[in-house]
């Protein structure tokens, strides 16, 4: 976000449905791409991206953000993610909180993003942040202009 680039996302080797699409979609942009791809490498990081590639854990550590959607998350999809003022925190959907509490996606809001692309929990920890995957920002151009 810092050298404003106007579409930024985040997608995994592992998930090749997820990964066209992000790679489609950076390339129709009209304007500079960021797109970071969790890729596996058995030399320098064996398995660094495995809680959030594998079956038993991806559901409980991704968050996949789609445009209009709330965010939510978990194996029963019980879970999502609430703005707290600026703060984003977990909320549990079967412990009195409704999909209405949460934090909606927008693709367009600069703000959000740069709250996104700093979801970077240690998912050792209890009550971590899931990791973000999917279009955090597309604008038409940069947040801002060099006059």
């Known amino acids: 976000m810092g050298a404003d680039a106007t579409f930024i996302a985040r997608s995994m080797d592992r ?10 979609r950076s390339q129709k942009h009209k304007g500079a791409s960021f797109l970071e791809i ?9 398995g660094a991206y495995e809680i959030f590639t594998e079956k038993g854990t991806k559901p409980e ?17 019980n879970k999502g993610i609430k703005l707290d003022g600026f703060k984003p925190v977990v909320v549990n959907l079967e412990e009195g ?16 993003a740069q709250i996104l692309v700093r979801m970077f929990d240690d998912p ?9 995957f999917g ?11 060099i006059l």
């Open 38 to 46: 969790y890729q596996n490498c058995n030399i320098f990081n064996d």
């Open 124 to 132: 050792r920890k209890d009550m971590h942040l899931p990791r973000p």
């Open 61 to 77: 550590e991704t968050l996949f953000l789609t445009q209009g959607e709330p965010l939510v998350f978990g194996a029963a999809k």
């Open 97 to 112: 909180h409704s999909k209405d509490d949460l934090w909606i996606h927008d693709e367009k809001d600069f703000y959000k």
């Open 15 to 24: 998930d090749p449905k997820h990964l066209q699409e992000s790679l489609l």
């Open 135 to 145: 279009v955090f920002m597309k604008q038409k151009e940069p947040a801002t202009k």
